[in-house]
């Protein structure tokens, strides 16, 4: 019996990557316009490499890489950046498809519902918000709630106390084989990976479930909680 589902927020239940393409790209070009000289793409693969390596919620991702390419800081080529990667990022977030159809299925069939993210306190509830699903969870909980990140047992760990489920009426649905998943599955919580959000190109989740699309969760749920 599935009681409960747990979510991961980027590339699970929004398409986080493509925006944050779509920002960075506008950065550049803001930076360009205000009279940086640089190669557009050259400059972007940098920004991305960069936050490969120092994690996509670096927010002094502009000043480093000014400081890398020019020595310092031109404090109207960072404004730029900033001013265009917000408005971007505001106008490109989005649910991908059949988000809200599976949630308020969930909820109108009584299965409780939390968040479970490594990002930053404010961006996750700036997202959640932003994209109309503050109603829908029983509880999130970030990193910084609890001192650790995925696959650390701790974040999990609180939303099962928040849901009151057990790990086995759970499931995890999130994008990161290696830390939604495997994290979960210490805890013996079940797991459905979002491989439509996947952008590692993961040969072998080790999931319980594989969702090429958010909504064939209900299915899977509604199999789960058919009488014997």
């Known amino acids: 019996m599935i009681k409960a589902v747990i979510f991961d927020v980027d590339n699970t239940l929004t398409d986080f990557m493509r925006t944050k393409r779509v920002a960075v790209e506008s950065a550049v070009e803001g930076m360009i316009d205000a009279g940086l000289v640089v ?17 996509v919620e670096d927010q002094k991702i502009f ?29 490109s977030m989005a649910l991908y498809p059949h988000v809200s159809l599976t949630l308020t299925t969930l909820i109108k069939s009584g299965v409780k519902m939390a968040i ?22 029983d509880c999130v909980v970030t990193a910084e709630d609890v001192g650790a990140r995925k696959p650390a047992a701790a974040p ?9 489920t057990k790990p086995e009426e759970t499931v995890m ?10 994290g979960a599955k210490k805890l013996g919580i079940r797991t459905a990976w979002a491989k439509y959000g996947d952008t590692f190109d993961t040969k072998d989740s080790g999931a319980e479930f594989e ?4 909504i064939e969760l209900l299915d899977i749920i509604k199999k789960e909680n058919a009488p014997a």
């Not at 190669?39 to 994690?55: L, N």
């Open 39 to 55: 190669d557009k793409r050259g400059m972007v693969d940098k920004i991305f490499e960069t936050y490969f390596k120092e994690g």
């Open 63 to 91: 000043d480093k890489i000014l400081k890398q390419e020019t020595g310092g800081v031109d404090y109207k080529i960072l404004a730029a950046a900033i001013v265009g990667y917000r408005r971007a990022k505001a106008g």
């Open 116 to 137: 479970v993210s490594d990002a930053p306190k404010l961006e996750v509830w700036l997202r959640i918000v932003g994209l109309g699903m503050h109603n829908f969870f």
């Open 156 to 164: 999990f760990m609180k939303a099962l106390e928040f849901l009151g």
């Open 173 to 182: 649905v999130g994008d990161w084989a290696e830390r939604d998943i495997a």
């Open 211 to 214: 969702l090429s699309d958010i």
